[in-house]
């Protein structure tokens, strides 16, 4: 049971506009959200979260939105630059559970 | 935020044979877990590390295949044991607080050939 989903394997933007990836969920449970950044051969980096209570959270170029009666929630990067092509995780908990990750998207900026 | 280091970042092994990742963290930290990303997937908790007890393991993950030690609050060690091909993955450990983000370690990518 995939809880947390990732439906795009991929996305391609042009370089200074913005980057849209979305995530569905489907545990109405789930309290806290978060967005990680992963570059081949390192580590997920963290990047932005977001608390149920909140539908917004804005940290530079980066914006999450979660629209809790869709259990959607969407990161927004703009303007999207060269460095910011990686695999993006959405992942998802409940209090002081488990982190349930999607399946990653593989952003691409082109120049 | 913690610093994390694991060891190797990356190994090939022989089929039956066992590797130990390590991860060592900079700082006292209540919770550290073990993932595996299989390749296109995402990442899956394998366990969580409890320190002076016996990890807790995820449904589809157990001891004998993925003994996991954690003798004090900055250190815990993963080993996959008795390798087959399937076993080829990225292996990352993560350190967290009930609320907070996880960090992780840079991985350790395994090929068992």
């Known amino acids: 049971d995939q809880q947390v989903k990732q439906n795009s394997p991929s996305l391609s933007v042009q370089e200074g506009r913005i980057s849209i990836l979305n995530c569905d969920y489907t545990n109405s449970m789930f309290d806290y959200f978060l967005w990680y950044k992963k570059y081949p051969a390192e580590g997920p980096t963290f990047l932005i979260s977001i608390s149920s209570i909140k539908d917004k959270n804005e940290d530079g170029r980066f914006t999450v939105f979660l629209n809790k009666s869709a259990k959607h929630l969407s990161l927004h990067i703009v303007p999207s630059q060269p460095g910011d092509s990686a695999v993006y995780f959405c992942a998802a908990k409940r209090g002081a559970q488990k982190l349930v990750f999607g399946q990653g998207t593989r952003l691409t900026i082109n120049p | 935020s913690a610093v994390i280091s694991q060891k190797p970042s990356r190994d090939i092994c022989q089929r039956g044979t066992s590797l130990t990742i390590q991860c060592q963290v900079d700082?006292?930290?209540?919770?550290m877990f073990w993932y595996r990303q299989q390749p296109g997937q995402s990442l899956t908790l394998i366990a969580t590390?409890?320190?002076?007890?016996?990890?807790?393991?995820e449904s589809g993950f157990v001891i004998d295949k993925f003994p996991i030690s954690r003798p004090n609050l900055t250190f815990s060690t993963l080993t996959v044991s008795n390798m087959s091909p399937e076993d080829s993955s990225i292996y990352l450990c993560?350190?967290?607080?009930?609320?907070?983000?996880?960090?992780f370690g840079q991985g350790t990518r395994l090929t068992v050939v």
């Open positions: 993560s350190v967290g607080d009930r609320r907070t983000e996880a960090f």
């Open positions: 590390a409890n320190q002076g007890s016996e990890a807790t393991y």
């Open positions: 700082s006292q930290v209540t919770m």
